[in-house]
Each structure stands twice: as C-alpha cells, then as structure tokens.
C-alpha cells in the first residue's frame, strides 16, 4: 500500500496528464475529459511509475480535495483544465448567489474585466463562503471574498456548471455581477 505523500503525489501526476498534457502520457480524453483507468495506468507506468488501478482508485477514494472521478472503469480530472480543446459540461442553473476567493490586489483588474478563468477553461466558484475563504487562502495577500450575481447572470445567457464535489464552474463573469464583500 502506498504511503500518503505518495498519494499526494500520485494525485499530482495525474492532475497534471487529465488536466494539462494527456499527451505527454499518451493518453486520449473523451470530450467530457475520460480516460479509461487502465489507459492511465498502462500510461503512468510506461512513464516509470510502479502502480495499479487500486493505487489510483486509493488515491481518489482517500483525496481531501476530490479532484478526480472514477466511474465505470473510467478517470476524469473534474475541474482546472488548461486544454485547449473544451471540455464539455452540462449546463445547470445556479443559486441566487456565488462566491470566488481572491486577493485585494487582483481586485481592480477583476472589477474592470470581470472574473476570468485565465490559464483554465473555467472559472471556479464556491456555494458558500467559507469554502471560497478555502481557495482565497491560497494565495499571498489580503484575502477578499467576492459575491457572484449567478442567477442574473445566469439569466443574461452566462453558462454555468456543477461538479458532483460541489465546486462551480462558470464561463466569465462580467463586472456587473460581481460585488465586492
């Protein structure tokens, strides 16, 4: 059995082939970002690690973060893909209110662009504020929580989109509809 470092680890090499660079492993995802478990497995160790589908099914079951899905045999990374080909969700109608946690110094810039998925396809929203307080903290500065307008923008045509780990994902949000806590 592997060792929790070397989940997080494994965690971070698989996020890193279903998020990124499926073809650095060799890998090929479906349009809604699948992979078969075995493809992956048969990928990672052809790219020198020793593990198995139980490695990968531990690493998922036992991550805090829940990153990553496993159904029918098959992988998927569930949101913070940097790829160019979208991956494509099913559209879903938003509560009255989201939240997104950042930094004071990127405030201006989000006030006068709105809020971007920059490197990501997406932008990623919390239900509540605790869990974006969570995000924000991952950054250096003064944190700041902003709170999202989802259903008006929902209802000007903005896309939105659920994970089943309760993580929101959104195409970008306009200024108007954000508010400054």
């Known amino acids: 059995m592997m060792e929790k470092n070397d989940f997080i680890r ?16 060799n890998i090929i995802l479906d ?15 052809s790219n020198g690690m ?3 589908k139980d490695d990968i099914i531990e ?3 036992s991550s805090q973060k829940k990153r990553h899905q496993i159904i029918d045999g098959k992988i998927r990374a569930y ?3 940097s790829l160019k080909t979208k991956i494509l969700k099913p559209e879903i109608e938003p509560p009255q209110y989201l939240y997104h946690g950042t930094i004071k110094a990127n405030l201006d810039k989000i006030m006068e662009n709105g809020l971007l998925p920059m490197e ?4 990623h929203l919390s239900e509540d504020e605790i ?12 944190l700041i929580i902003l709170k999202v307008k989802a259903k008006k923008a929902f209802l000007d045509n903005i896309k939105f989109y659920k994970e089943e780990n309760g993580i929101w994902l959104s195409d970008p949000i306009p200024p108007k509809y954000i508010l400054c806590q």
């Not at 494994?10 to 492993?25: C, G, K």
């Open 59 to 61: 690493m998922v079951n």
């Open 10 to 25: 494994l965690s971070m090499i698989v996020s890193h082939a279903l998020r990124h660079d499926p073809q650095s492993y």
């Open 79 to 81: 949101y913070g893909h």
């Open 50 to 52: 020793q593990i198995s």
């Open 131 to 142: 869990t974006a307080e969570l995000v924000g903290k991952r950054r250096v500065g003064i």
């Open 31 to 45: 349009s809604q970002g699948w992979v078969l478990l075995s493809d992956l497995v048969a990928a990672m160790n």
């Open 120 to 123: 990501r396809q997406f932008v």
